[in-house]
Nanobody, 121 residues
Framework: QVQLVESGGGVVQAGGSLRLSCAASGRIFSINAMDWYRQAPGQQRELVAT???????NYADSVEGRFTISRDNGKNMVYLQMNRLKPEDTAVYYC???????????????WGQGTQVTVSS
């Protein structure tokens, strides 16, 4: 099995910064794309940022220029640096990874449990 554990959430004032981390552990041969999603109360879960195994990144328009996704392949970690935070960034943030548990096996998607980010105005 594969476990994803997020950390780094909290309460911050508008304009501030937070750095989220997500650690993947368990049976892992390789990790393809690593993503950050978020879900605000009453809203659907939305994709915030993606980083491929080759380091190519993509961002939602709402966070472009403010958030930076990165990964450490040696540690099976993905990070989300969030700057110039706005109240509308308030949500539970989830990491998702596409993991190949063993060589030759299919890739499966795994989710973390989420970490709350609250931005006060």
């Amino acid at each position: 099995q594969v476990q994803l554990v997020e950390s780094g959430g909290g309460v911050v004032q508008a304009g501030g910064s937070l750095r989220l981390s997500c650690a993947a552990s368990g049976r892992i041969f390789s990790i393809n794309a690593m993503d950050w999603y978020r879900q605000a109360p009453g809203q659907q879960r939305e994709l915030v940022a993606t980083v491929t195994s080759g380091g190519i990144t993509n961002y939602a328009d709402s966070v472009e220029g403010r958030f930076t996704i990165s990964r450490d392949n040696g540690k099976n970690m993905v990070y989300l640096q969030m700057n110039r935070l706005k109240p509308e960034d308030t949500a539970v943030y989830y990491c998702r990874c596409r993991v190949q548990p063993r060589a030759g096996t299919v890739v499966s998607r795994y989710w973390g449990q989420g970490t709350q980010v609250t931005v006060s105005s």
